[in-house]
């Protein structure tokens, strides 16, 4: 089963912020969090992963509460094309043979509106 | 370059038939998944290679499918004698290596109907 929490939809107008939760309260010291999308007939695109700290990339933003049980995935400037499934993943780092599977709950629909 | 390809995008099958479904993932990349993905829900893991061998197949969902990857490279997800509960979006992903924090890029996948 998923180990992360993540309501199952989202609106929001394209330009501004769109700020995705997830809860993550059983996460283990030595697990990542992860953020992929799966834009409609595609296959799950990877947008970033963290430990601890906040991470940035060209794509997006994560904020990791300092407890980490939860998390935030930070689109800045969301575009229509930013409509997608929205998927949150704790994963060990070291891992072998099934740890390495990704484990995706439902995620968060999210929807950009003109 | 060329990101992880997967063939065929569509396959109708009736009940009964075979299916063989193909993934060439991204040159060089160690790690390799097959997940599939039921209408409306997150997709789930199969089966993992790393290089040739096999190392995890626990989530396979019957006998009648079996995964090889036999040169380290291109891998065939078949499905024997399909049923109409195997119709789902087949994905196969890819990854550098199999320790550390890197990330599975993944196929387009495959939309198998079976009628």
């Known amino acids: 089963d998923a180990k992360t929490t993540q309501p199952p939809s989202m609106d929001c107008a394209e330009g501004r912020a769109a700020n995705l939760p997830c809860n993550h309260s059983?996460?283990?010291?030595?697990?990542?969090v992860y953020w992929y999308r799966q834009i409609h007939s595609q296959g799950p695109q990877y947008i970033i992963h963290?430990?601890?700290n906040n991470e940035t990339n060209e794509m997006a933003s994560l904020i990791i509460t300092e407890d980490r049980k939860s998390s935030t995935l930070i689109l800045p400037h969301a575009t229509l094309r930013d409509t997608a499934v929205y998927y949150c993943?704790?994963?060990?780092?070291?891992?072998?043979?099934?740890?390495?599977?990704?484990?995706f709950g439902k995620g968060t629909k999210l929807s950009v509106k003109p | 370059g060329a990101g992880v390809s997967q063939s065929p995008r569509y396959k109708v099958a009736k009940r009964g038939q075979d299916v063989a479904l193909r993934c060439d993932p991204i040159?060089?990349?160690?790690?390799l998944f097959w997940y599939q993905q039921a209408l409306g829900q997150g997709p789930e893991f199969l089966t993992y290679?790393?290089?040739?061998?096999?190392?995890?197949k626990s989530g396979l969902p019957s006998d009648r499918f079996f995964a090889e990857r036999p040169e380290g490279s291109v891998s065939t997800l078949k499905i024997q004698r399909t049923q109409q509960e195997d119709s789902a979006v087949y994905l196969c992903?890819?990854?550098?290596?199999?320790?550390?924090?890197?990330?599975?890029?993944f196929g387009p996948g495959t939309r198998l109907t079976v009628t």
């Open positions: 040159s060089g990349h160690v790690s």
């Open positions: 290679f790393q290089n040739e061998a096999q190392l995890d």
């Open positions: 059983t996460i283990s010291g030595n697990e990542y």
């Open positions: 992903a890819s990854s550098l290596a199999q320790r550390g924090p890197y990330e599975q890029y």
């Open positions: 993943i704790v994963r060990p780092l070291n891992y072998g043979g099934s740890q390495g599977n990704l484990i």
């Open positions: 963290g430990l601890k």
